[in-house]
């Protein structure tokens, strides 16, 4: 089951949009998407460990999730600023 993969391609359809792209750039993204998703993993087992507080695990989630959500609305404000 390739779930990482499938998100990747969900997201690189819509970030391409079917416009031609070098493959060296389709390639980089590629490799920061996976990492991107390795750190995020490598996050979560970290606050699943016994040794971190359950209001701690919430509380680095909900920085991730704020974190994420900024994120989002700087890009679309950025690519609505620009088409």
Known sequence: ??????????????IFAGNPVAR????????????GATSMLRMMQAIGDDSVSEEHGVMVLDAV??????FSKDL??????RN
Do not use: G, P, T
Request: hydrophobic share 45%.
């Open 24 to 35: 060296v750039q389709h390639d980089e993204m590629r490799k920061a998407f996976f990492a």
């Open 76 to 81: 679309l404000s950025e690519f609505s600023k």
């Open 65 to 70: 999730e704020k974190e994420c959500v900024q």
């Open 1 to 14: 089951m390739a779930v990482i993969d499938e998100h990747w391609k969900i997201f690189a359809k819509a």
